[in-house]
């Protein structure tokens, strides 16, 4: 079974400072991880997806991911916040048909 | 229009009524999902189709009926809801094969009020 486990429910940072919010996965196998972002009374917008090709993920709007195997673990980061970024991010892992999604991380970006 | 849509945005509803949301993906994928998002709980997984074949029902209640006519339509009828299917409902959509990576593109979703 599949599960991920997003460490921080909440995640407060200055606009201009990095961002970096926390997800770990538990798979027997390698899996497809992805981070979706959702703004308030939007849809889920996929940001990046790992699909083994590469560890290191670029996703939209300056986001990346790396994915960990030795940690398991797929930690979303971005260089420096923009007040837009603020939003709901889940970690998650697919399987056929299925998506194991995390608890969500909120971000706030303070002016 | 482009990726997938949902409608209406918003519905207000008696637990006596009988409604119907819909769904169109423009992606060309051969899966669909319909999902509930309620406050402070994971999404939780309704219905899934698969060239318009119910592959998946996360033990839903009854007052809660997918129907898929084709592969880019959607429908999830409603009829004698309770409060606490007050929620967001979102429908994805998804190019369904054997090899990964299984991603999903997500409409906006549409506000229920149960009332």
């Known amino acids: 079974a599949q599960s991920v486990t997003q460490l921080d429910s909440h995640v407060s940072v200055s606009e201009g400072t990095p961002v970096l919010l926390r997800c770990n996965y538990s798979?027997?196998?390698?899996?497809?991880l992805f981070w979706y972002v959702q703004h308030p009374n939007k849809g889920l917008q996929l940001l990046l997806k790992?699909?083994?090709?590469?560890?290191l993920v670029k996703g939209i709007n300056g986001f990346e991911a790396e994915f960990k195997k030795s940690e398991t673990s797929f930690h979303l980061t971005k260089p420096s916040a923009h007040m837009s970024d603020a939003a709901e991010y889940f970690c998650?892992?697919?399987?056929?048909?299925?998506?194991?999604f995390g608890s969500g991380t909120q971000l706030t970006v303070l002016p | 229009e482009t990726g997938v849509t949902q409608t209406p945005r918003h519905l207000v509803m008696g637990m006596t009524n009988k409604k119907s949301l819909k769904c169109e993906q423009h992606?060309?994928?051969?899966?669909m999902y319909w999902y509930k998002q309620s406050a402070k709980k994971p999404l939780e997984l309704m219905f899934v189709?698969?060239?318009?074949?119910?592959?998946e029902n996360n033990s839903v209640p009854s007052r809660f009926s997918p129907e898929c006519p084709n592969s880019s339509h959607l429908f999830l009828h409603l009829h004698t809801l309770q409060p606490e299917d007050s929620a967001l409902y979102l429908c994805?959509?998804?190019?369904?094969?054997?090899?990964?990576?299984?991603?999903?593109?997500f409409g906006p979703g549409t506000r229920l009020t149960v009332t």
């Open positions: 994805a959509s998804s190019q369904d094969e054997d090899r990964g990576p299984y991603e999903q593109y």
């Open positions: 798979s027997s196998y390698s899996p497809s």
């Open positions: 790992y699909t083994s090709a590469a560890t």
């Open positions: 998650v892992s697919g399987s056929a048909r299925q998506l194991t």
């Open positions: 992606l060309g994928h051969n899966a």
């Open positions: 189709y698969n060239f318009k074949e119910q592959t």
